[in-house]
């Protein structure tokens, strides 16, 4: 079992940043992927940036290129979605999600993302 704690959602005006983090516990030497999906009011779930466990390699929607960084920190069994550039059409609610040797995917509850115009 792996438990995932997302947070860092607010609200903040178009151009600026927020920082969003996931902690994963459990058996997390399970996880071969970890990574953000988002959905906003109305739209499917859609993935946003993810990061393999092995040798970090990311991938992007073509939505979040240039503007948000996915990234990791080891010690504190952390991964960081950086957004930059926020645009309105990137609220949504943000989930973080982990993939698993076995095949079982995790979640977390999600941070709501608001951003103004």
């Known amino acids: 079992q792996v438990q995932l704690v997302d947070s860092g959602g607010g609200l903040v005006q178009a151009g600026g940043s927020l920082r969003l983090s996931c902690v994963a516990s459990?058996?997390?030497?399970?996880?071969?992927?970890m990574g953000w999906y988002r959905q906003a009011p109305g739209k499917q779930r859609e993935l946003v940036a993810d990061?393999?466990?092995?040798?970090?390699?990311?991938n992007y929607a073509d939505f979040v290129k240039g503007r948000f960084t996915i990234s990791r920190d080891n010690a504190k069994n952390t991964v960081y979605l950086q957004m930059n550039s926020l645009k309105p059409e990137d609220t949504a609610v943000y989930y973080c999600?982990?993939?698993?040797?076995?095949?079982?995917?995790?979640w977390g509850k999600g941070t709501l993302v608001t951003v103004s115009s």
């Open positions: 990061m393999t466990s092995v040798g970090g390699s990311t």
């Open positions: 999600y982990a993939d698993t040797l076995y095949g079982m995917d995790y």
């Open positions: 459990g058996s997390i030497f399970t996880i071969t992927v």
